[in-house]
């Protein structure tokens, strides 16, 4: 409220930042928080996703107006070398031949996207105090969501579940539905806290901000440590590490407030230890090495796929295929904690992930980004450098251990706005004036068309997946609610599925054996890019279906050796066996019967 009635009689604040600061208030204290039921995963599955992407969409298009209004465009002093990343992922994609086209047209889009969004944020010329405040709205949005974790690990949030995400098991899962996400999203809050207090500006902020950081220190630092989370513990920890080691002259001049923060860290870590002993366990199993922590089983495997194709890659969205076809080797060689391992669609490592898909090519574009940013910290010097990479560091560590982005935009956009403030030193200008006076409103006009084409698709997006839960709450028992989904590019795959498997289970019962042969002419293409456990179960059932035991026990078999473990195949293969043997007993019977002399008539 007060952080509001400051920018509104703020006379610094020109249209540009007044545009910039309402559509950044949307995009991290409005789209975030956008819920509705879902099945959970990843991307577009999630709906604050498809939210965040409409309102960025918007700030892209708000800043290429401004380009053409101003006849120029502000970069950061690397936009060349940052470029390189989006460059390399473009080349990747274009040249490797087994790319996944939904994952490919996905992936590319998240990326271009997100440096688009990160070269918009230096067109609305924001000063220094426009920059803090940015950090205040996201530090508001802090709030929020340790609130959400709040709720989640004392209630589990049953009776607000038309708001936020139910946790079952009392976990802090946050908006994000994933405990690990909502941790490092802590630990960045937390560092933040603790930035803002060192800044000179705080001394002269009401008791009632002061007050503030000190309830996001309290509410980041419980959810960190009831979360059980090793990514947002060791995040926590080695940003803060970052942030004494560069600002400790700043924390000496605003010491009541440091220590303030200090006493509700460790009062919000003391709340919440019960948490702390899941993540001592995790931490020792990670010390333990391969025998003890799964992940160093994926990063081995994953590091001998991209020696089988190093320079580009095995293609965009190709790591689901490929690693599940080479773990059937490895698990018959090393006796791994791999085998009882659910599907993997990203080896929690995104360099290695990279190096899978995109090999060297793509790599070089992650690396020079990097370096240059850690050039740009070195620039801005000792205080402000360090305070730059300790808020940097918690997601940054969090994409070396598991999948943020993929799952949370939220996570890929605070981060490009903090690279953004790491950059915005040593920015410059380009004139536009050398285009054509045509091909400068083009380039406004062209993504104002883009944004309305992007929100439209988004909002038909949701409606797609709002379809899809309806279907699976009523026993799949009204199709009619796939309809937008089947016409939707990113869940018509999903979507055939269900219908096809209903289609072939309806089937069995009216003896029609067409929708078994439907099924498995999908299926096979499918689990050649997907190799999804329910698909390959289905696949094996179909080939029942149609009598064909030789191709069902070969798919079975194909699915075991990649999961054997999985009690869903292991049920199905025994029933299966149990059905077998007593149609060998049956036919064995009619064979005896058949034998047997007829007796002579009397």
């Known amino acids: 409220m007060i952080l509001g009635q400051q920018l509104e009689h703020d006379p610094s604040l020109k249209k540009p930042q007044r545009l910039f600061f309402i559509l950044f208030g949307c995009l991290f204290l409005i789209a975030p928080f956008y819920y509705q039921p879902n099945l959970g995963g990843e991307g577009l599955f999630l709906p604050y ?37 989006p460059i390399g992922a473009l080349a990747t994609g274009f ?20 440096y688009l969004f990160f070269l918009s944020l230096f067109q609305f010329q924001l000063k220094s105090k426009h920059i803090e405040r ?6 508001a949005m802090g709030l929020i969501a340790a609130a959400y974790g709040v709720i989640q690990t004392l209630t589990g949030a049953t009776n607000l579940a038309f708001m936020m995400p139910v946790s079952t098991n009392h976990s802090p899962v946050g908006i994000f539905q994933q405990v690990n996400l909502q941790a490092s999203f802590m630990a960045t809050l937390l560092v933040l806290t603790y930035y803002l207090s ?19 220190a309290l509410g980041a630092s419980y959810n960190i440590a009831t979360s059980g989370s090793r990514v947002g513990l060791l995040g926590a920890a080695l940003g803060l590490l970052c942030l004494f ?12 407030i440091f220590i303030a923060l200090i006493i509700a860290t460790l009062a919000g870590g003391i709340l919440g230890k019960s948490g702390l002993e899941k993540t001592a366990d995790k931490v020792d199993r990670a010390i333990g090495g391969v025998s003890a922590d799964v992940r160093w089983h994926i ?8 020696a089988q194709a190093p320079l580009i890659g095995h293609g965009l969205g190709s790591f689901q295929k490929v690693f599940q076809e080479e773990r059937i080797e490895y698990q018959q060689q090393t006796d791994s904690s791999l085998r009882s391992s659910p599907r993997f669609s990203h080896p929690h490592n995104e360099l ?35 305070g730059y990479a300790a808020l940097l560091f918690p997601l940054v560590f969090h994409t070396q251990v598991e999948l943020p982005f993929y799952i949370s935009n939220t996570h890929w956009f605070l981060l490009l706005f903090l690279l953004f403030l790491t950059h915005q030193h040593g920015k410059k200008s380009v004139k536009t004036q050398k285009l054509s006076m045509a091909a400068q409103r083009t380039i406004p006009i062209s993504f104002v068309a883009i944004s309305i084409f992007t929100t439209i698709t988004l909002i038909q997006t949701q409606i797609a997946s709002a379809g899809i839960v309806s279907y699976l709450q009523r026993n799949q028992s009204q199709p009619q609610y796939l309809r937008s989904s089947l016409e939707s590019a990113y869940f018509r795959e ?8 209903r289609n072939m289970l309806i089937g069995i019962s009216n003896h029609n054996k067409k929708p078994a042969q439907d099924y498995i002419d999908w299926a096979e293409q499918s689990v050649k890019v997907t190799p999804a456990i329910v698909t390959y179960r289905d696949l094996a059932i179909a080939y029942d279906i149609i009598g064909k035991e030789q191709e069902r026990d070969q798919v079975l078999n194909k699915a075991l050796s990649m999961f054997p473990t999985h009690s869903g195949l292991l049920e199905l293969q025994q029933k299966l066996r149990i059905k077998d043997k007593n149609a060998l007993k049956t036919k064995n019977v009619e064979s005896s019967s058949q034998a047997q002399p007829q007796a002579s008539q009397p």
């Open 198 to 216: 060192s800044r000179p500006t705080v001394r002269t902020f009401s008791f009632l901000i002061q007050a503030t950081l000190l309830i996001a």
């Open 49 to 85: 996703n498809g939210a965040i992407w409409i309102v960025a969409s918007w700030i892209i298009a708000s800043a290429s107006f401004l380009i053409y209004k101003n006849q120029k465009i502000v970069l950061p002093k690397y936009w060349l070398g940052l470029a390189l990343f």
């Open 299 to 306: 990063y081995s495997l994953s590091l001998d796929i991209f």
């Open 494 to 501: 999903y979507t055939t599925y269900l219908l096809l498997r």
């Open 95 to 114: 040249i490797a031949d087994k790319n996944n086209p939904t994952e490919w047209i996905v992936r590319l889009s998240v990326i271009i996207g997100g």
């Open 134 to 139: 940015s950090l205040y709205i996201i530090l």
């Open 245 to 256: 080691i560069g600002r400790w002259k700043l924390f000496r001049q605003t010491k009541i």
């Open 352 to 386: 290695i992930f990279w190096l899978v898909e995109g090999g060297i090519v793509s790599i070089i574009g992650i690396l020079a980004a990097a370096i240059y940013t850690l050039v740009q910290l070195f620039k801005a010097g000792w205080q402000r450098g360090w």
